[in-house]
């Protein structure tokens, strides 16, 4: 896609065009203009199904300022299909709203937040699961005065620049998925899993995924491995797979393939799980984190 098309435009593909699309970046990400999420229900199917094809082709949509609640999040969600079921959401959930998944670091009865420090490492969500989940959507209502941000990368053009030898030999391979990694941080600062989650989690097994993956509606391929659930290659041993998982999480970390997204009180993002990885830097005052103006706090849902 060019430069010159990626200027603000209308959407395409709906009779009733109700946005247009501004580009975040060149690779990747579309700032959506002209509609307005708490009253989800007044938008037209063919601008539901727009908004889909958007994000499957450019990976993450921007909605600002928005300033949903819960129930109006979690309507926007269902308008794109069901909501994923982990069995591992209602533990950081508000009350009354087990589908949503709190990300904070604001103390509750003066225990320290589990999720204060989500998203360490570049990722994509529930891929230690057989079936990853397929999108999700996250909204600010507390930003820190200074960073907070977000970072977002396209897999698609990182595969796509890897060389052709290199292709030929992730093709046929698979990595095995799993929370519990060797490089995993996910679970660093939260309380151990119970029977019943490890249970929903995993059954007796992680995950296997394709190291290369093709976009079940886009046709493009991506690099489907990610620094906090990859475990090894299938067949290899850990220290066999460290060399090559080295050289491909350097690519992920790339700023040439990535967005970074400083987050205003309302903001609402949206992305791709099949086709970007995240992940959220330490680049505010952690420290005093307990200082209102440090204060973070975010809601995630998550689409089957």
């Not at 205003?264 to 959220?280: E, I, K, L, M, P």
């Amino acid at each position: 896609m060019s430069e010159a098309a990626l200027a603000e435009r209308p959407a395409t593909k709906t009779t009733t065009p109700q946005f247009s699309l501004k580009p975040l970046c060149f690779r990747l990400g579309e700032e959506v203009i002209g509609l307005d999420l708490t009253r989800c229900d007044d938008i037209s199917d063919d601008t539901i199904k727009a908004l889909w094809n958007t994000l499957c082709h450019r990976g993450i949509l921007l909605f600002r300022k928005q300033h949903l609640n819960h129930d109006q999040h979690l309507a926007f969600t269902r308008r794109f299909g069901p909501l994923a079921k982990t069995g591992l959401t209602s533990r950081y959930a508000p009350d009354g709203y087990p589908d949503i998944f709190t990300v904070t670091n604001i103390r509750k009865n003066g225990e320290r937040s589990e999720t204060e420090n989500a998203a360490q490492q570049w990722h994509t969500d529930q891929t230690f699961l057989e079936v990853p989940a397929r999108a999700s959507m996250l909204r600010c209502e507390i930003p820190p005065q200074n960073g907070g941000d977000t970072m977002f990368c396209s897999t698609h053009h990182i595969y796509e620049d890897l060389s052709e030898g290199l292709k030929k030999t992730l093709a046929p391979l698979r990595a095995f998925h799993t929370l519990f990694s060797q490089r995993s941080k996910v679970m660093a600062g939260r309380k151990p899993l119970s029977d019943e989650e490890m249970s929903r989690v995993y059954g007796e097994q992680g995950a296997m995924q394709p190291v290369v993956l093709t976009h079940p509606e886009t046709g493009r391929k991506v690099l489907y491995i990610n620094e906090q659930c990859v475990d090894h290659f299938d067949g290899w041993t850990v220290e066999e797979s460290a060399p090559l998982l080295d050289y491909l999480y350097a690519q992920i970390r790339h700023p040439m393939y990535q967005y970074r997204h400083r987050w205003s009180a309302g903001d609402v993002v949206f992305w791709d799980n099949r086709c970007t990885q995240h992940y959220a830097p330490l680049d505010y005052d952690f420290a005093n984190r307990d200082a209102p103006q440090n204060h973070r706090l975010m809601f995630r849902s998550t689409l089957a």
